[in-house]
């Protein structure tokens, strides 16, 4: 109890120890607090003594509030009027309308040779105008992402939509210098037809992954 009351009256952060609550079937107390603020709280004795409670919530509310406030108002109102990044998260539009912006304006991203790097330029002046030509993603929304029609144009209206990996593979710039410069192999060494659909991104081939993960799962069957 001489603990108790030591702690008693004191102040921790924004709290004042009111009074001590002896918790039912656990050892130790929860301490009834004062905020600064006027709002009365509970809250774990050790929590208030290690300092990990400071107040009823209204201090990390204050500066929540600090932190959006240096976010520049443009950039807040932006966010409030398309409702795609709302509370830090972004949709999956909105980040493939700020990858696509990047890939063509920052020299630092590592794909840039491909895009800005060749002269492939952003032409959408807001989020909102890439959304009104694109629309939002189709389901599954991970498979999809922006595709140029046209592979040497620009991000523009009516030369961007959405695309899977696969459809996208077909309009690659080095899946068409592979054909036009290389012998190209048309099976592979099982003798499965080698196009677009059944190549893996490592070169490998789809079909015989398939059939292998089959044969595995007989083998189990029987063992």
């Not at 009365?40 to 009823?56: A, D, E, M, P, Q």
């Not at 890439?130 to 040497?152: C, Q």
Request: glycine share 10%; with cysteine.
């Amino acid at each position: 109890m001489a603990g108790i009351k030591l702690i008693s009256g004191r102040l921790f952060g924004r709290l004042i120890a009111v009074a001590p609550i002896r918790r039912a079937k656990e050892r130790g107390y929860n301490w009834f607090c004062l905020c600064s603020c006027g709002t009365f709280v509970t809250v774990l004795g050790s929590n208030l003594l290690r300092g990990r409670t400071k107040s009823c919530g209204c201090l990390n509310r204050e500066k929540a509030s600090q932190s959006i406030k240096r976010i520049p108002l443009s950039k807040r109102m932006s966010s409030l009027s398309h409702g795609h990044t709302k509370g830090g998260h972004r949709t999956p539009e909105y980040s493939s309308y700020a990858g696509a912006k990047k890939r063509c304006n920052n020299s630092n991203t590592p794909n840039y040779a491909d895009y800005g790097g060749r002269g492939i330029k952003f032409l959408f002046k807001s989020f909102e105008e890439g959304y009104a030509e694109l629309g939002e993603r189709p389901e599954p929304k991970y498979l999809f992402s922006v595709n140029r029609i046209n592979n040497d144009g620009n991000y523009e209206a009516g030369n961007v939509e959405w695309a899977t990996n696969e459809e996208q593979l077909k309009n690659r710039r080095s899946w068409d210098r592979h054909k036009k410069h290389t012998k190209v192999k048309t099976c592979c060494k099982y003798g499965h037809p080698r196009t677009p659909e059944t190549v893996g991104k490592q070169g490998g081939c789809k079909t015989c992954a398939v059939e292998q993960q089959q044969k595995r799962r007989m083998r189990r069957v029987y063992e």
